[in-house]
């Protein structure tokens, strides 16, 4: 149980283009998801927490214009990369937490985005 | 802020221990987590600690707080090809639900 997965789990795009990435709880509802950016060979960096049916918590220095993230159900989260460039390529990281075994703080990841744009 | 260190490579030979080690700041603490992740990959959790334990073992792997010193570490016994990977420790309050990650351990173990 407590699966997650992301969809894309690779994506190229031009410069310039918006990018969406969701991310799903497929055996449990998730009332809090969490995005993250991985560097490469770095640490992951929490970009924001988002409830759902609420807005989402962005943490600082992260543009909640440029990374829009919407938490419509309790088993969807989706980051939209607005304007990409090539400084967002990245590893895009979404977990959950909620209903699953484990933990009472534990987290579920999903697999990653990769993002790369031209 | 809250702050995780750990040291950036571990090179061991197959057969031999691990140990893999994670410093923290927030005294706050609840729960300290490892995970892996492998090449491409998301993170696998390994195991995690309530701050009011010192030690749990699971199978292969020995985790020890050190609450005093804020320290963490992660033993891995009997360490195969395929512990190979990068290891984070994680430390959350309860409450919170945020994790803050530590810097990663690239374990690389030689055959």
């Known amino acids: 149980g407590a699966v997650v997965s992301q969809h894309p789990s690779r994506v190229i795009c031009k410069s310039g283009t918006s990018v969406k990435i969701e991310c799903r709880s497929l055996d449990f509802q998730a009332t809090t998801m969490f995005w993250y950016r991985q560097f490469p060979k770095k640490s992951l960096m929490l970009m924001a927490t988002?409830?759902?049916?609420?807005?989402?918590?962005?943490e600082q220095g992260v543009e909640k214009d440029k990374f829009l993230i919407n938490h419509a159900s309790l088993t969807l989260s989706t980051l939209t990369v607005t304007s990409a460039h090539p400084e967002d390529s990245s590893f895009y990281i979404c977990?959950?937490?909620?209903?699953?075994?484990?933990?009472?703080?534990?987290?579920?990841f999903g697999p990653g985005t990769r993002l790369t744009v031209l | 802020g809250e702050d995780v260190e750990q040291s950036l490579f571990l090179s061991v030979r197959e057969g031999d221990s691990s140990v893999i080690n994670c410093t923290y700041t927030d005294s706050s603490s609840t729960y300290l987590y490892w995970y892996k992740q492998e090449p491409g990959a998301g993170l696998q959790l390994l195991t995690y600690i309530f701050s009011n334990m010192d030690m749990k073992q699971d199978q292969r792997l020995t985790v020890l707080l050190n609450k005093k010193d804020k320290h963490l570490s992660l033993r891995i016994a009997d360490t195969q090809t395929g512990d190979s990977a990068i290891y984070f420790c994680?430390?959350?309050?309860?409450?919170?639900?945020?994790?803050?990650f530590g810097t990663g351990t690239r374990l690389k173990v030689l055959a």
């Open positions: 977990s959950a937490r909620g209903g699953g075994p484990g933990a009472y703080n534990e987290q579920f």
């Open positions: 988002s409830n759902e049916g609420s807005k989402a918590t962005y």
């Open positions: 994680a430390e959350s309050t309860s409450g919170t639900y945020k994790y803050i």
